[in-house]
């Protein structure tokens, strides 16, 4: 099968795209470096394409940047996939975004609706946050050695295993929304900032902070962990954590 993976070099799109090649499938790359623009379309072909897996991202706090930044990926994904023929389109969104009033949030609400009323099949897969997300946040706020970390209810998944589930996915029909994808427990944020800097022999005080408004309290009340039905990962943060490297 001809896959092609739409931000095949980020957190998770590197596990993805080796899982395909791993698997025996054909590889396609959509990002700059294989020479293509998906925000402005330019070198998008799709030509024999099967499946598109889509896990693009984009770093910004900005609603505006979230939603433009999404609706012209996906738009274009959508209109190359039409002229191709591409059998399924394949989306990994976020846990808790239809809830969660955060700005980033919009895009990938975004990205789900025209995903879902386009003409190509598709599959939507809601993770929740990666392993990953606790050396992400380390250091966004903070003032020398004091890092504020949000008070938050947190259900990490393993990128590795998201991928290898979305690689399940996309070797089947399109199958519409299908149950979300958590982690095996839930973890405080704070405790997984303490046991990165731990483990990486980093410094600092980490102080807990009660993000205000909407969006705190999703972090704060189960918004952003899975509910009844989801499947989940097997590999813990403390598994992830052994395996990076030491300070």
């Known amino acids: 099968m001809r896959i092609a993976v739409a931000g095949g070099t980020g957190t998770v799109g590197r596990h993805v795209a080796d899982a395909v090649t791993e698997r025996g499938h054909e590889l396609v790359l959509l990002t700059r470096s294989a020479g293509v623009d998906l925000v402005s379309g330019e070198g998008l072909d799709l030509t024999g394409v099967d499946v598109v897996v889509d ?10 940047e979230a939603q433009a930044f999404f609706g012209a990926v996906t738009r274009n994904l959508l209109a190359a996939e039409q002229v191709a023929g591409v059998r ?3 989306v990994l969104s976020i846990v ?5 009033p955060s700005a980033y949030y919009t895009g990938k ?23 990953e997300f606790a050396t992400q946040i380390l250091g966004v706020i903070g003032v020398g050695p004091l890092h504020l970390i949000p008070v938050m209810r947190n259900e990490p998944v393993a990128a590795r295993e998201v991928a290898g589930h979305l690689l399940d996915l996309a070797l089947k029909p399109a199958a519409g929304r299908v149950p979300d994808l958590g982690g095996p427990q839930e973890e405080k944020m704070v ?3 303490r046991a990165y800097l731990k483990h990486t022999g980093r410094t600092g005080f980490v102080l807990p902070v009660p993000v205000p408004g909407a969006s705190g309290k999703a972090m704060r009340n189960g918004t952003l962990v899975t509910g009844p039905g989801a499947v989940h990962g097997r590999q813990t943060y403390a598994q992830w954590l052994a395996e990076q490297p030491q300070g």
């Open 88 to 90: 399924h389109h394949l």
């Open 55 to 64: 896990v693009t991202s984009k770093m910004t706090q900005k609603a505006a």
């Open 96 to 100: 808790g975004i239809d809830t969660s």
């Open 191 to 193: 405790d997984m900032v």
């Open 109 to 131: 609400l975004l990205q789900e609706k025209l995903v879902q009323a386009g003409e190509v099949p598709w599959t939507i897969l809601r993770a929740t946050q990666f392993h």
